[in-house]
């Protein structure tokens, strides 16, 4: 659909350029075609800018549908959960889920199965896993038929498995299985993480199958713990890491040495900042599909590439954008469009009649979702500018950010 409306729109404006030049013959014919032509395009504008609208419209509805989805799930889960009756093994269900509302982040990082982990766990509390249990008996989880997301407790209190080398003999078992590469952020969503187990000084003497990790919302992990190689190998859960528990949900777990864990308040969200302002430094003639505005003034974010002439919205959010020209030459129409995700949605439309020059300023208001386009389009007529003259500028600004 896209491909068809826009290449109705190139043909349109295309005819308006072309009627423009002829329009200078004084033919009245052309005049009466150009004024409904004028029509014609405010209308199309009018229906760029509402098919733009409606895009940002349904991939909201999308959004929302996908939380719904997870949430339908969720409860399905729970349901499963307490239908089932409590089996009296150390394996048991989790069910910490409801204290934690869905949050954005979690969206999207679901299991092949569509299920997110951190609500679908079950519970592996097993306290001859920790790090301060020698081997009175000695386990090896290759006998375990893993099945699933695992979250690991000691007595009740949920824990971490360690991101160093685990001394031999410790974790019920004589090679104990720790985490290479440390845990993840929640952002990361489902990593994939190596595993080693120590011994003989060797703190990968076996280097066992990786497992998967997701960090969930409420300061804690789920592991997708697979067979280990040999016997004996267990995966370890660290005492030191009891200390995350105790975080609060403005909080993090964190660890300089990996060693002692402390809680630490997560640094308020910045506000995105986001403005530009570039010139085109010298004239425009005809058709320029991207204007590569290459002075670039002011860059705060980033956002705008001088090589391209394309913005690149960093954010969703409401943006707000301004274009400008000279133009010039008696009877020739100018015409700038800005292109939004290849919507032509705003036109700087100059058109003198005695010789003279003025100048045309442009903007344009919008929400835009993160990775939207932007840029300008000469697409006909004369522009003209120097180094020095900052006529042809393209500038714009996030006002509000939407998380
Ligand atoms: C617990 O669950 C396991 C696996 O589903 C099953 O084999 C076992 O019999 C159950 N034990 C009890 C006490 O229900
Ligand atoms: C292991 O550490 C925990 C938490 O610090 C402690 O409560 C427990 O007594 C320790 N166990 C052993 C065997 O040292």
Not at 5 to 28: D, F, P, R, W
Not at 123 to 145: E, F, G, H, I, K
Not at 255 to 278: G, M, P, Y
Not at 364 to 387: D, I
């Given at each position: ?104 982040e979690?969206?999207g990082d ?74 993840p952020?929640k952002r990361d969503g489902i990593v ?22 997701k ?189």
């Amino acid at each position: 659909m896209q491909m068809g409306v826009s290449s109705i729109q190139m043909l349109s404006v295309l005819l308006v350029c072309v009627a423009s030049t002829k329009q200078t013959e004084g033919s009245y014919a052309l005049k009466m075609w150009s004024k409904e032509d004028q029509a014609l395009r405010e209308q199309l504008a009018l229906m760029y800018k509402e098919i733009e609208a409606l895009r940002h419209d349904q991939s909201l509805m999308k959004q929302k549908q996908e939380d719904m989805t997870q949430a339908v799930m969720h409860c399905t889960q729970m349901q499963a959960d307490t239908d089932k009756e409590v089996n009296v093994t150390s394996l048991e269900k989790g069910s910490t889920s409801m204290l934690y509302s869905f949050s954005q982040e979690e969206e999207g990082d679901v299991t092949d199965e569509g299920l997110n982990p951190c609500y679908s766990y079950k519970s592996l509390n097993q306290d001859w896993r920790a790090t301060n249990y020698s081997t009175r008996q000695v386990s090896c989880d290759r006998n375990v038929r893993w099945n699933g997301w695992y979250r690991l407790f000691y007595r009740g209190k949920s824990i971490q498995m360690p991101e160093l080398c685990v001394k031999r003999e410790r974790c019920g078992t004589h090679a104990p299985l720790w985490l290479v590469g440390g845990h993840p952020r929640k952002r990361d969503g489902i990593v994939t993480r190596k595993i080693c187990g120590h011994w003989n000084n060797n703190c990968c003497a076996f280097q066992s199958p990786p497992i998967q990790v997701k960090a969930c919302q409420g300061n804690y992990y789920v592991y997708k713990f697979v067979q280990p190689l040999a016997c004996h190998l267990a995966y370890c859960a660290d005492v030191n890491t009891l200390a995350c528990g105790k975080c609060k949900k403005n909080e993090i777990c964190t660890s300089k040495d990996k060693i002692k864990w402390f809680c630490k308040k997560t640094k308020r969200r910045v506000k995105a900042k986001v403005h530009f302002f570039a010139a085109y430094p010298g004239s425009l003639s005809g058709k320029v599909n991207r204007i590569r505005y290459s002075k670039v003034y002011v860059n705060v974010g980033g956002a705008f590439n001088r090589l391209t002439g394309v913005f690149t919205a960093p954010v969703k959010g409401i943006y707000q954008f301004f274009f400008s020209t000279q133009a010039a030459r008696t009877g020739r129409k100018t015409d700038l469009w800005l292109v939004v995700n290849s919507y032509w949605v705003s036109v700087s439309h100059t058109h003198v009649s005695v010789s003279n020059t003025v100048g045309a300023l442009s903007t344009y208001m919008t929400t835009l979702r993160k990775g939207a386009l932007v840029y300008v389009t000469h697409n006909c007529g004369n522009s003209y500018a120097n180094s020095a003259s900052n006529t042809i500028v393209f500038g714009g600004s996030l006002l509000l950010a939407q998380t």
